[in-house]
Protein backbone atom coordinates (compact mmCIF):
# COMPACT_ATOMS: atom_id res chain seq x y z
CA UNK A 1 0.00 0.00 0.00
CA UNK A 2 0.85 3.79 -0.05
CA UNK A 3 2.27 4.29 -3.25
CA UNK A 4 2.57 7.11 -5.36
CA UNK A 5 3.00 7.38 -9.14
CA UNK A 6 4.51 10.17 -10.99
CA UNK A 7 4.24 10.71 -15.05
CA UNK A 8 6.53 11.40 -16.88
CA UNK A 9 9.42 9.78 -15.12
CA UNK A 10 11.70 11.21 -17.64
CA UNK A 11 11.22 14.94 -19.86
CA UNK A 12 13.02 16.32 -21.81
CA UNK A 13 11.70 19.70 -23.44
CA UNK A 14 13.10 22.90 -25.41
CA UNK A 15 13.49 26.09 -23.52
CA UNK A 16 10.34 28.44 -23.53
CA UNK A 17 7.80 25.38 -23.92
CA UNK A 18 5.60 24.58 -20.90
CA UNK A 19 5.71 20.75 -18.75
CA UNK A 20 3.22 19.22 -17.00
CA UNK A 21 4.47 16.78 -14.23
CA UNK A 22 1.46 14.60 -12.62
CA UNK A 23 1.49 13.06 -9.04
CA UNK A 24 -0.94 10.53 -7.92
CA UNK A 25 -1.78 8.46 -5.02
CA UNK A 26 -2.66 4.98 -6.32
CA UNK A 27 -4.09 3.05 -3.05
CA UNK A 28 -5.18 6.09 -0.26
CA UNK A 29 -6.40 9.72 -0.18
CA UNK A 30 -3.70 12.27 0.22
CA UNK A 31 -4.50 15.71 2.66
CA UNK A 32 -1.83 17.33 1.43
CA UNK A 33 1.18 16.54 -1.42
CA UNK A 34 3.99 18.27 -1.47
CA UNK A 35 7.01 19.16 -4.90
CA UNK A 36 10.58 18.82 -3.77
CA UNK A 37 13.20 20.04 -6.45
CA UNK A 38 16.42 17.75 -6.16
CA UNK A 39 20.03 18.97 -7.70
CA UNK A 40 22.34 15.85 -8.94
CA UNK A 41 23.98 15.30 -5.14
CA UNK A 42 22.14 17.67 -3.09
CA UNK A 43 19.44 16.91 -1.19
CA UNK A 44 15.39 17.71 -1.66
CA UNK A 45 14.58 21.44 -1.24
CA UNK A 46 10.93 21.92 -0.46
CA UNK A 47 9.00 23.90 -3.24
CA UNK A 48 5.08 24.42 -2.51
CA UNK A 49 2.33 22.91 -0.24
CA UNK A 50 -0.81 22.17 -1.60
CA UNK A 51 -4.07 20.51 -0.13
CA UNK A 52 -6.92 19.50 -2.43
CA UNK A 53 -8.76 22.27 -3.69
CA UNK A 54 -6.93 25.26 -2.22
CA UNK A 55 -3.98 27.23 -3.57
CA UNK A 56 -0.95 26.24 -2.61
CA UNK A 57 1.78 27.52 0.01
CA UNK A 58 4.81 28.42 -2.28
CA UNK A 59 8.21 27.88 0.07
CA UNK A 60 10.50 31.34 -0.08
CA UNK A 61 12.18 31.88 -3.93
CA UNK A 62 9.42 29.60 -5.44
CA UNK A 63 8.08 31.77 -8.47
CA UNK A 64 4.75 30.80 -8.18
CA UNK A 65 4.02 32.26 -11.55
CA UNK A 66 6.62 29.61 -13.30
CA UNK A 67 5.63 26.40 -10.97
CA UNK A 68 1.85 26.33 -11.11
CA UNK A 69 0.25 23.75 -8.94
CA UNK A 70 -2.99 22.28 -9.40
CA UNK A 71 -4.57 19.84 -6.55
CA UNK A 72 -7.57 18.72 -8.74
CA UNK A 73 -8.31 15.83 -6.27
CA UNK A 74 -7.34 13.84 -2.91
CA UNK A 75 -5.03 11.93 -5.40
CA UNK A 76 -3.84 14.24 -8.23
CA UNK A 77 -1.64 16.97 -8.05
CA UNK A 78 -0.11 18.39 -11.03
CA UNK A 79 3.07 20.73 -11.29
CA UNK A 80 3.58 22.90 -14.70
CA UNK A 81 6.85 24.36 -15.24
CA UNK A 82 6.18 27.17 -17.60
CA UNK A 83 8.46 28.71 -19.76
CA UNK A 84 11.32 26.25 -18.94
CA UNK A 85 14.64 26.97 -18.88
CA UNK A 86 17.89 25.30 -19.22
CA UNK A 87 17.99 26.47 -15.19
CA UNK A 88 15.08 24.24 -14.66
CA UNK A 89 16.62 21.17 -15.39
CA UNK A 90 16.32 19.65 -12.26
CA UNK A 91 14.83 15.77 -10.57
CA UNK A 92 11.59 16.73 -9.29
CA UNK A 93 9.87 14.76 -6.91
CA UNK A 94 6.36 14.59 -5.07
CA UNK A 95 4.84 13.31 -1.84
CA UNK A 96 1.59 12.65 -0.81
CA UNK A 97 0.29 12.69 3.18
CA UNK A 98 -2.06 11.25 4.61
CA UNK A 99 -2.94 10.83 8.31
CA UNK A 100 -3.45 13.26 11.84
CA UNK A 101 -1.47 15.65 13.35
CA UNK A 102 -0.12 12.97 15.84
CA UNK A 103 0.18 10.19 13.06
CA UNK A 104 1.25 11.46 9.39
CA UNK A 105 3.35 10.07 7.36
CA UNK A 106 4.69 11.13 4.08
CA UNK A 107 5.18 8.99 0.30
CA UNK A 108 6.92 9.85 -2.11
CA UNK A 109 6.53 9.56 -5.81
CA UNK A 110 9.96 8.54 -7.86
CA UNK A 111 10.48 11.55 -9.03
CA UNK A 112 10.76 13.14 -12.83
CA UNK A 113 13.96 14.06 -14.26
CA UNK A 114 13.56 17.38 -16.38
CA UNK A 115 16.37 18.37 -19.19
CA UNK A 116 16.00 21.65 -20.64
CA UNK A 117 17.72 22.35 -24.12
CA UNK B 1 23.02 27.70 10.30
CA UNK B 2 20.92 25.22 8.08
CA UNK B 3 18.32 23.53 10.88
CA UNK B 4 19.21 20.33 9.71
CA UNK B 5 23.15 18.91 9.52
CA UNK B 6 24.08 15.68 8.01
CA UNK B 7 27.50 14.69 6.87
CA UNK B 8 26.98 13.96 2.99
CA UNK B 9 30.04 11.16 3.18
CA UNK B 10 30.74 9.72 0.67
CA UNK B 11 30.94 6.89 3.04
CA UNK B 12 32.40 3.60 2.10
CA UNK B 13 32.62 0.56 4.04
CA UNK B 14 33.10 -3.43 3.74
CA UNK B 15 30.02 -5.83 3.23
CA UNK B 16 29.41 -6.99 6.73
CA UNK B 17 29.94 -4.07 8.49
CA UNK B 18 28.21 -1.53 10.74
CA UNK B 19 27.41 1.96 9.20
CA UNK B 20 26.32 4.58 11.39
CA UNK B 21 24.66 7.79 9.79
CA UNK B 22 23.77 10.98 12.11
CA UNK B 23 22.51 14.18 11.81
CA UNK B 24 22.19 16.91 13.79
CA UNK B 25 19.33 19.68 14.10
CA UNK B 26 18.74 23.33 15.78
CA UNK B 27 15.35 23.46 15.76
CA UNK B 28 13.78 22.35 19.17
CA UNK B 29 10.52 22.29 17.19
CA UNK B 30 11.17 19.24 15.25
CA UNK B 31 9.40 16.57 16.97
CA UNK B 32 9.22 13.93 14.47
CA UNK B 33 12.49 12.28 12.99
CA UNK B 34 12.77 10.05 9.68
CA UNK B 35 15.29 8.21 8.05
CA UNK B 36 14.88 8.02 4.34
CA UNK B 37 16.69 5.89 1.88
CA UNK B 38 17.36 6.87 -1.86
CA UNK B 39 18.60 5.25 -4.66
CA UNK B 40 19.75 6.76 -7.37
CA UNK B 41 17.28 8.59 -10.01
CA UNK B 42 14.48 7.17 -7.66
CA UNK B 43 12.20 8.76 -4.82
CA UNK B 44 13.15 8.44 -1.40
CA UNK B 45 11.76 5.56 0.93
CA UNK B 46 10.87 5.68 4.52
CA UNK B 47 13.05 3.79 6.17
CA UNK B 48 12.39 4.64 10.11
CA UNK B 49 9.99 7.11 11.65
CA UNK B 50 10.21 7.74 15.25
CA UNK B 51 8.86 10.53 17.83
CA UNK B 52 10.52 9.23 21.38
CA UNK B 53 13.78 9.70 22.74
CA UNK B 54 15.59 6.57 22.45
CA UNK B 55 16.80 3.56 20.04
CA UNK B 56 13.69 2.19 17.70
CA UNK B 57 14.90 -1.48 16.18
CA UNK B 58 13.28 -2.68 12.83
CA UNK B 59 15.73 -5.78 11.20
CA UNK B 60 19.19 -4.50 10.89
CA UNK B 61 18.30 -0.92 11.22
CA UNK B 62 17.93 0.91 14.64
CA UNK B 63 16.77 4.76 14.99
CA UNK B 64 17.98 6.91 17.94
CA UNK B 65 17.17 9.99 18.63
CA UNK B 66 18.54 12.28 21.50
CA UNK B 67 16.47 15.04 21.95
CA UNK B 68 18.03 16.68 24.58
CA UNK B 69 21.47 17.01 22.53
CA UNK B 70 19.36 17.31 19.20
CA UNK B 71 20.70 14.37 17.66
CA UNK B 72 19.63 11.27 15.67
CA UNK B 73 21.47 8.22 14.28
CA UNK B 74 20.47 5.88 12.45
CA UNK B 75 22.68 2.35 12.13
CA UNK B 76 22.93 -0.47 10.10
CA UNK B 77 24.08 -3.88 11.15
CA UNK B 78 25.37 -6.63 8.98
CA UNK B 79 25.30 -4.37 5.63
CA UNK B 80 25.29 -5.73 2.27
CA UNK B 81 25.90 -4.06 -1.01
CA UNK B 82 22.24 -3.30 -1.80
CA UNK B 83 22.48 -0.70 1.55
CA UNK B 84 24.20 1.70 -0.98
CA UNK B 85 22.16 4.35 -1.70
CA UNK B 86 21.94 7.97 -0.26
CA UNK B 87 20.86 8.14 3.71
CA UNK B 88 18.49 11.16 4.38
CA UNK B 89 17.46 12.36 7.69
CA UNK B 90 14.45 14.30 7.81
CA UNK B 91 12.35 16.08 10.69
CA UNK B 92 8.84 17.59 10.96
CA UNK B 93 7.67 20.04 13.76
CA UNK B 94 4.66 18.34 15.87
CA UNK B 95 1.93 21.02 15.18
CA UNK B 96 0.50 24.22 13.60
CA UNK B 97 -0.67 24.20 9.89
CA UNK B 98 2.94 22.93 8.68
CA UNK B 99 2.98 19.78 10.59
CA UNK B 100 3.78 17.68 7.36
CA UNK B 101 6.53 19.63 6.40
CA UNK B 102 9.88 17.69 6.13
CA UNK B 103 13.14 19.39 6.79
CA UNK B 104 15.71 17.06 5.00
CA UNK B 105 19.59 17.02 5.73
CA UNK B 106 21.76 17.10 2.50
CA UNK B 107 22.29 13.57 2.74
CA UNK B 108 25.10 10.86 3.08
CA UNK B 109 26.27 8.56 0.30
CA UNK B 110 26.81 5.04 1.50
CA UNK B 111 28.43 2.32 -0.08
CA UNK B 112 29.14 -1.03 1.01
CA UNK B 113 31.60 -3.18 -1.33
CA UNK B 114 31.67 -6.80 -0.97
Known amino acids: GAVVSQHPSWVICKSGTSVKIECRSLDFQATTMFWYRQFPKQSLMLMAT?????????EQGVEKDKFLINHASLTLSTLTVTSAHPEDSSFYICSAGTGTRFSYEQYFGPGTRLTVT | QKEVEQDPGPLSVPEGAIVSLNCTYSNSAFQYFMWYRQYSRKGPELLMYTYSSGNKEDGRFTAQVDKSSKYISLFIRDSQPSDSATYLC??????????????FGQGTILTVHP
Open chain 2, 90 to 103: AMKNAGGTSYGKLT
Open chain 1, 50 to 58: SNEGSKATY
